[in-house]
């Protein structure tokens, strides 16, 4: 059971970084702000599973030291606010870029 879990973390993890730079390079061509916006933000998205899943994989393989579970956690929490700030950058670039242009 315990490896099955490993597996899936790890194919999230891969999975996650490889969307991260997709989104990162769409957004960088994207010459509508809002667009742009938009992929930034599922890159953080992206970016915090990618932290969170790389944490918790470090967790099930490794019986750690106490430096090691507070990079572990510092990891965890880095990637909860960058899941947080994605979406709620999401939220605000969605709701810009469906709303009537006032010029």
């Not at 790890?10 to 938009?38: N, Q, T």
């Not at 994989?57 to 750690?64: A, I, P």
């Amino acid at each position: 059971m315990l490896a099955i879990i490993r597996y899936a973390l790890f194919i999230i993890l891969v999975l996650s970084c490889i969307s991260a730079a997709l989104y990162s390079i769409r957004a960088r061509r994207m010459p509508d702000p809002a667009d742009r916006g938009i992929n930034l933000a599922m890159m953080n998205i992206c970016m915090g599973i990618m932290l969170a899943s790389l944490s918790l994989v470090c967790m099930f393989l490794f019986s750690g030291s106490t430096l090691a579970v507070i990079v572990e956690a510092a990891f965890l929490v880095l990637g909860a606010f960058n899941l947080f700030a994605g979406l709620r950058s999401r939220d605000y670039y969605k709701k810009l870029k469906n709303s009537p242009s006032s010029s």
